[in-house]
């Protein structure tokens, strides 16, 4: 309905304008993608909740899950025409086969920024700190940004023996919040066996008190050493003590993020007041995404908005803005027309 909406379109004009004050710009996307193009990186899982269909020229196609595959495909059809890095929103509709719940929908709107072209802790950072400024600029500030870097988490597999089972790992890691610790010890256990499966829990597990530069220190201690990655971190944890938001930020080894496509920094927001709803803002590093569809190599970086996700839990803490009457949204439009129309006569 129009009041519903305004509220929508309020929040999504907000975003937009931090989006923009960092330096980033619009694109947009395709809905629809070749299936092997929208899939060729991806899970199983993702495979199951993807809407796949065979259109009336005989083309194998799928609505888009997400909108960093489809960036990705993006950036190699127009590599010759970009500069970089690259920084580039995306504000738009995506589309999965989940179950519908609070906060879970099969079509829903998220509010994509990536930068693309730079492998740097300052890239890392700068999307972290637009996410938090975002969530800021709509009044969500009772936040903890979950950050983990899957470099560090892939070497500790490696120093156990498991490299080789990366990928079902991380996505069993990835469902602890969901499923709880037994279930994941369990599913753990029939991928690298008990022994392995009790050395991955003790690894993802945060001792009570333990500070975001002690984690690094722990983990990196698991993975056998100082690494690449783990000197990203503590640069990009440098940087959020420099920019005094470091609080907001905790190391929390078990986010794995499910999706295939990332390697280096990871991280899902929570509301304090709401943890229970998920993840309302996720991302990391891809670096390997768009090499997929060219032959060069363009490292990214990115986060996401789930502003359906995101309403539902406001609405439930009762921190949306007053729903308008169809007055007040005939005021609202009225409004804005007359500030379209004096800035043209400006």
């Not at 610790?181 to 066996?193: T, Y």
């Not at 007055?327 to 609202?332: L, N, T, V």
């Amino acid at each position: 309905m129009p009041s519903a909406e305004i509220v929508r379109s309020s929040l999504i004009e907000k975003i937009t304008n931090v989006y923009r004050s960092f330096g980033f710009v619009p694109i947009d996307t395709p809905v629809l993608e070749y299936t092997e193009i929208l899939l060729r990186k991806s899970s199983g899982e993702t495979e199951k909740q993807v809407f796949r269909f065979e259109d009336n020229g005989g083309r194998d196609v799928a609505l888009r899950f997400d909108l960093t595959v489809p960036f990705a495909r993006y950036t190699a059809e127009h590599y010759g025409e970009l500069y970089f890095p690259f920084k580039r929103y995306h504000i738009a509709k995506v589309w999965r086969g989940e179950k519908p719940q609070a906060g879970r929908y099969r079509e829903f709107v998220q509010c994509d920024v990536d930068t693309i072209g730079s492998d740097s802790a300052a890239a890392d950072f700068e999307i972290l700190n637009t996410m938090k400024s975002a969530l800021n600029s709509i009044g969500v500030n009772d936040i903890t940004i979950r950050v983990n870097h899957r470099g560090i988490f892939n070497r500790f597999l490696n120093s156990i023996g498991v490299q080789e089972k990366c990928d079902d790992i991380l996505r069993a890691v990835d469902k602890i919040a969901k499923t709880g610790k037994d279930s994941v010890f369990a599913e753990l256990s029939e991928i690298c066996g008990n022994e392995n499966a009790q050395k991955i829990i003790e690894y993802i597990e945060i001792p009570s008190g333990e500070k975001f530069e002690s984690t690094i220190a722990r983990l990196e201690n698991l993975a056998g050493g100082e690494n690449d990655d783990s000197r990203r971190m503590r640069d990009v944890y440098a940087m959020m003590c420099a920019a005094e938001i470091e609080n907001v930020f905790v190391f929390d080894p078990s986010i794995t993020r499910g999706l295939d496509y990332y390697t280096g920094i990871v991280y899902e927001t929570f509301l304090n007041a709401l943890p229970s709803i998920g993840s309302v803002c996720s991302g990391g590093r891809y670096d390997n995404l768009a090499a997929l569809y060219m032959k060069e190599r363009v490292p990214g970086v990115g986060g996401s908005i789930g502003l359906d996700r995101l309403i539902a839990a406001l609405e439930q803490l009762e921190l949306l803005p007053q729903s308008l009457s169809y007055i007040d949204a005939e005021i609202y439009c009225q409004n804005a027309a007359d500030a379209v129309y004096s800035q043209r006569a400006a």
